[in-house]
Nanobody
Framework: QVQLVESGGGLVQAGGSLRLSCAAS????????MGWFRQAPGKEREIVAA????????YYEDSVKGRFTISRDNAKNTVYLQMNSLKPEDTAVYHC???????????????????WGQGTQVTVSS
């Protein structure tokens, strides 16, 4: 059974940083693209960043480019999201999810992902 567990969220002031972690179990982690997503109250879930199974390829949503960095450690079955220069509009519940992909690509389509974690709350105060 695939399980993804996010951690690292919290309350931070604007301009601050947080590092989210997503620990995976029950899958061959190195065969899956991984993604971070967020959902703010009253809004649809959106992709924030994605990383291919090798870690060589990444994708970022435009609003987080230059501020967020996605990375992974396949030996630890963990994907990370380093978030710097946080803004109040980054406030949301952040989830990770996985996508089995034969090709080494950073999958961008939300519908391709499954096995969603329970999420971790990120709140950025102004």
């Amino acid at each position: 059974q695939v399980q993804l567990v996010e951690s690292g969220g919290g309350l931070v002031q604007a301009g601050g940083s947080l590092r989210l972690s997503c620990a995976a179990s029950g899958l061959t982690f190195g065969s899956y693209a991984m993604g971070w997503f967020r959902q703010a109250p009253g809004k649809e879930r959106e992709i924030v960043a994605a990383i291919s199974w090798s870690g060589l390829y990444t994708y970022y949503e435009d609003s987080v480019k230059g501020r967020f960095t996605i990375s992974r450690d396949n030996a630890k079955n963990t994907v990370y999201l380093q978030m710097n220069s946080l803004k109040p509009e980054d406030t949301a519940v952040y989830h990770c999810a996985c996508h089995y992909n034969y090709y080494d690509v950073a999958t961008r389509q939300i519908d391709e992902y499954g096995n969603w974690g329970q999420g971790t709350q990120v709140t950025v105060s102004s």
